[in-house]
T-cell receptor
């Protein structure tokens, strides 16, 4: 299997449930991302794991918890979500330059998890 | 604050009717500008990267250009299979190696 794969493709959960989204990349990249895509809004960066270091966006609520056990796998743990959290959650990967020399690497996205919170 | 806007929000074209999509950006310094295509129910797919004003890239019916303030995605003689949402993203100097995305332009090409 190649590219970036996400599971599940669709998820419906209640506000009191706990669930996890999974992402796996087979591209040998060293950075993985979670993005949120809501209707008619730009992609919002939630979390980045780069070179084994987690870089957080401080505006992400604590009900979203990322986990990156290795450079190929990324999880997003969800608990006590709100209806406004309903969106498409996209995982992406890229190659990042360790020394930030400005080498730009494009993102490779998975197909996303369409999340509905009831 | 780094910002990316795209226009129009939606565009309907007849097959063969050429047009352009606009991406305007405000960043302190630009490392690169990226165009992606997103089909319904799928993640964005990379199209082009542009690094400096005056640069142009082409792929089939698509041509991307870059100035100091905006980028255009020109679509020549589009076909129905070109229907998708086109996203623009910039990589600013002061944002690590992260990206700022625009809201996208939803393109429909009618047969």
């Amino acid at each position: 299997e190649t590219g970036v794969t996400q599971t599940p493709r669709h998820l419906v959960m209640g506000m009191t449930n706990k669930k996890s989204l999974k992402c796996e990349q087979h591209l040998g990249h060293n950075a993985m991302y979670w993005y949120k895509q809501s209707a008619k809004k730009p992609l919002e960066l939630m979390f980045v794991y780069s070179l084994e270091e987690r870089v957080e966006n401080n505006s992400v609520p604590s009900r979203f918890s990322p986990e990156c056990p290795n450079s190929s796998h990324l999880f997003l743990h969800l608990h006590t979500l709100q209806p406004e959290d309903s969106a498409l959650y996209l995982c992406a990967s890229s190659h990042r330059d360790r020394w930030y020399r400005g080498i730009n690497e494009k993102l490779f996205f998975g197909s996303g998890t369409q999340l509905s919170v009831l | 604050e780094d910002q990316v806007t795209q226009s129009p929000e939606a565009l309907r074209l007849q097959e063969g009717e050429s047009s352009s999509l606009n991406c305007s950006y405000t960043v302190s310094g630009l490392r690169g500008l990226f165009w992606y295509r997103q089909d319904p129910g799928k993640g964005p797919e990379f199209l082009f990267t542009l690094y400096s004003a005056g640069e142009e890239k082409e792929k089939e019916r698509l041509k991307a250009t870059l100035t100091k303030k905006e980028s255009f995605l020109h679509i020549t003689a589009p076909k129905p299979e070109d229907s998708a949402t086109y996203l623009c993203a910039v990589q600013p100097d002061n944002y690590g190696q992260n990206f700022v995305f625009g809201p996208g332009t939803r393109l429909s090409v009618l047969p």
